[in-house]
């Protein structure tokens, strides 16, 4: 959800008061909402909702290894659990089933991305595998594929860049070989599974970006300005026109940013952030 008073996809949700907050400008979005979860009673003591994000949904059980038990007793609660885990998931399909829902976990991590789009990526994984999309590839592969999708189609700023750095580090491919994959791989599903991804904004990355480089809100109000005054950015990533965008407001604020260090941080090339900088000048008004 964005904020539309500032652009912000900076918005909480205050269950305790009913209200969805914008944590840049503190505009109250909604309020008066109802709680959409049951509520804890002597009826329904243990419910929780199925969870996609696990093998078994969440159905099987666990238990926990007090350390106020002696050691012996540890040891072989430790072995218990063990060969509970063990037995949760017996068959192949559900042992690679748990390991790529375990790898999802990790991407999720890596990239600090809330449990809902974990989840998400959970339920069109499950899709993937009845549909018979996983065979003969590369589980991560197609998890972080997955990833960025869920993330392009929820509003969150994860550029292409932080998911090849997740396949490199995972998976030890070539920057430019993860690269042509991972774009390879996100057409191939779009078409499968029928989603059809918008095009990124440069708002959703404007606050990210300002935060990463310590800009002060000046400069990231500025960027949000040009940004209503650009118009059509003809084909070029949103990270680009962000990054630009705020190179751009720094200059005209005073502050001394360089090129090379809003490349650096950003993720885009030198000579591409120049000249769409230029292009940005030469279009705003004097």
Same mark, same amino acid.
């Given at each position: 959800?964005?904020?539309?008073?500032?652009?912000?996809?900076?918005?909480?949700? @205050?269950?305790?008061?009913?209200? $969805?907050?914008?944590?840049?400008?503190?505009?109250?979005?909604?309020?008066?909402?109802?709680?959409?979860?049951?509520?804890?009673?002597?009826?329904?003591?243990?419910?929780?909702?199925? @969870?996609?994000?696990?093998?078994?949904?969440?159905?099987?059980?666990?238990?926990?290894?007090?350390? @106020?038990?002696?050691?012996?007793?540890?040891?072989?609660?430790? $072995?218990?659990?063990?060969?509970?885990?063990?037995?949760?998931?017996?068959?192949?399909?559900?042992?690679?089933?748990?390991?790529?829902?375990?790898?999802?976990?990790?991407?999720?991590? @890596?990239?600090?991305?809330?449990?809902?789009? $974990?989840?998400?990526?959970?339920?069109?994984?499950?899709?993937? $595998?009845?549909?018979?999309?996983?065979?003969?590839?590369?589980?991560?592969?197609?998890?972080?594929?997955?990833?960025?999708?869920?993330?392009?189609?929820?509003?969150?700023?994860?550029?292409?860049?932080?998911?090849?750095?997740?396949?490199?580090?995972?998976?030890?491919?070539?920057?430019?070989?993860?690269?042509?994959?991972?774009?390879?791989?996100?057409?191939?599903?779009?078409?499968?599974?029928?989603?059809?991804?918008?095009?990124?904004?440069?708002?959703?990355?404007?606050?990210?970006?300002?935060?990463?480089?310590?800009?002060?809100?000046?400069?990231?109000?500025?960027?949000?300005?040009?940004?209503?005054?650009?118009?059509?950015?003809?084909?070029?990533?949103?990270?680009?026109?962000?990054?630009?965008?705020?190179?751009?407001?720094?200059?005209?604020?005073?502050?001394?940013?360089?090129?090379?260090?809003?490349?650096?941080?950003?993720?885009?090339?030198?000579?591409?952030?120049?000249?769409?900088?230029?292009?940005?000048?030469?279009?705003?008004?004097?």
């Amino acid at each position: 959800m964005k904020c539309p008073s500032c652009g912000s996809t900076r918005v909480i949700e @205050d269950s305790i008061r009913g209200e $969805r907050i914008c944590t840049s400008c503190g505009l109250v979005l909604m309020e008066h909402l109802f709680h959409q979860s049951l509520p804890y009673s002597e009826e329904n003591p243990g419910f929780s909702e199925l @969870d996609e994000a696990l093998h078994d949904l969440g159905l099987g059980t666990t238990f926990k290894v007090s350390r @106020d038990l002696p050691p012996s007793e540890r040891a072989k609660l430790r $072995r218990m659990r063990f060969l509970h885990e063990r037995s949760r998931a017996v068959r192949w399909h559900e042992k690679s089933l748990r390991e790529a829902l375990i790898q999802v976990e990790k991407i999720c991590g @890596d990239l600090s991305l809330p449990n809902e789009i $974990r989840k998400e990526v959970s339920q069109l994984y499950r899709k993937c $595998r009845k549909e018979g999309l996983t065979r003969g590839q590369k589980s991560c592969l197609i998890l972080a594929s997955l990833v960025f999708m869920v993330c392009r189609l929820r509003g969150l700023p994860r550029t292409e860049r932080e998911i090849v750095r997740v396949l490199v580090e995972r998976e030890k491919m070539e920057e430019e070989k993860a690269r042509v994959a991972l774009r390879r791989m996100i057409k191939t599903l779009g078409r499968k599974l029928g989603l059809k991804l918008p095009p990124s904004s440069p708002r959703l990355y404007l606050d990210r970006f300002a935060s990463q480089l310590h800009l002060p809100a000046e400069v990231l109000r500025r960027a949000h300005e040009l940004c209503g005054e650009l118009g059509e950015m003809g084909g070029k990533p949103a990270n680009l026109v962000a990054a630009a965008l705020l190179y751009n407001a720094a200059r005209e604020m005073g502050i001394g940013l360089t090129l090379k260090r809003v490349a650096e941080e950003v993720g885009v090339g030198v000579s591409s952030l120049c000249r769409f900088s230029q292009r940005i000048s030469r279009k705003s008004p004097e």
